[in-house]
């Protein structure tokens, strides 16, 4: 198989999906769809718990000391927040959204388009923010395969079922985020090789599981979580993680 085979079955999984999602949603009441909206989110925040527990990780306080991964992860939210504000990437991210829903759908009722828009956002960032996205497109790159983005097609495959079931094609939208970022990672991987120790790796995950926790509250209408001004911080996470070990 070629390199990036496994970003094409992800985006095919995606808009899979989100057609079927769509076809059964139309036959579900309201309460239905929110009730699996509700029960997204809670496995949102199930695996959210999973990959932030990577901050334990051995290789992670081998590399950087054991008190400071904690303090790594703090500083990436917090350095990527205040950049990703600064950027607006949330709003531009919700821009994009509508532009979208402008020209692949007619309705123009404000219901309408906030539903679109938060498909999009909401499921780009859960299709985007996971340690499979990162790892998964690297492998690919790498020539290692493309394993972990076929298992991440078949959960993100079921996952627009569920999303677009509730949410409409601003679902399907998000595969053309599938398609830029995973893309544009399997390329970096190819590109410069295998560049980022496990260390590094480990603080990219635990930074991606926390910003899950943030989709996840998102899903379960408890906070809108600004997430997408928090993606800087898993470019800021490896960073530090250098950092501190040449500093050590």
């Known amino acids: 198989m070629f390199r990036g085979i496994g970003t094409v079955v992800n985006v095919a999984t995606v808009l899979l999906g989100s057609g079927i999602g769509v076809l059964v949603g139309h036959r579900l009441a309201q309460r239905t769809r929110d ?34 991964p904690v303090l790594i992860v703090l500083g990436a939210l917090l350095l990527g927040g205040i950049a990703g504000s600064l950027l607006r990437i949330e709003h531009r991210l919700e821009s994009l959204g509508g532009w979208l829903q402008d020209r692949l759908t007619r309705g123009t009722e404000s219901v309408e388009r906030r539903r679109f828009i938060e498909g999009f956002v909401a499921a780009s960032l859960l299709f985007c923010v996971g340690p499979l996205t990162i790892l998964g497109s690297l492998s690919d790159g790498l020539g290692n395969g493309a394993d972990q983005l076929i298992l991440k097609a078949v959960l993100d495959g079921f996952a627009s079922i569920a999303f677009a079931a509730s949410l409409g094609w601003g679902v399907a939208a998000s595969a053309l985020v599938v398609l830029v970022v995973q893309g544009s990672l399997t390329v970096l991987g190819a590109t410069l ?56």
């Open 35 to 68: 009730v699996v909206t509700d029960a997204l989110g809670l496995v949102t925040l199930l695996i959210a718990a999973s990959s932030a527990l990577a901050v334990t990780d051995a290789v992670f306080s081998d590399a950087v000391g054991d008190s400071a």
């Open 193 to 248: 090789g295998s560049f980022l120790p496990d260390a590094h790796l480990a603080a990219i995950t635990a930074t991606g599981g926390l910003l899950l926790v943030g989709v996840g509250l998102r899903l379960l209408k408890v906070k809108q979580v600004p997430v997408g001004d928090l993606l800087p911080a898993l470019v800021v996470a490896p960073v530090l993680t250098q950092l501190v070990v040449v500093l050590r």
